[in-house]
């Protein structure tokens, strides 16, 4: 076996539980917070973030695959471990990406919220005169 082949091997040996890792954090931890996204409605948070974490499986476990190649030969052990950190390194920030812009719209739908159940600070004064 070539250090080529090595480098895919332990590459898929890492990515694989690093995404299933995050995945499972992010569904374990992000209860909470979709369930206030929902305004409570725990049913619809618990749905929404199981399709939450099919979507993030499908769309890291594709990148993953795609990002496989090496489009050269690796050469040595230093090759390895060049090529390997280089492809993790993508991988971890395309997992970190997927996560700020999950927690992005998720924030913002929260704020909207809120802005639409903001109480006035002082009462409307409605006046309706009568001129005849």
């Given amino acids: 076996m070539n250090e080529t082949v090595i480098t895919y091997a332990l590459y898929l040996l890492a990515a694989a539980p690093l995404t299933v890792w995050v995945a499972r954090t992010l569904h374990k ?6 369930v206030d996204c929902f ?15 099919v979507g993030f499986y499908l769309i890291n476990f594709g990148f993953v695959a795609l990002y496989l190649k090496i489009s050269r030969e690796v050469v040595a052990v230093r090759g390895v471990f060049e090529a390997l950190s280089g492809k993790l390194g993508v991988v971890l920030l ?3 990406a997927m996560h700020f812009f999950n927690l992005l ?3 913002r739908l929260r704020k909207r919220r809120e802005i639409e159940n903001r109480v006035p600070p002082v009462p409307p004064v409605l006046k309706v005169t009568n001129d005849g």
């Fill in 105 to 107: 719209v998720f924030t």
């Fill in 94 to 96: 395309v997992l970190g």
């Fill in 29 to 34: 931890n992000g209860r909470i917070f979709l």
């Fill in 39 to 53: 305004r409570g409605n725990e049913e619809l948070a618990d749905s929404v973030n199981h399709l939450l974490v």
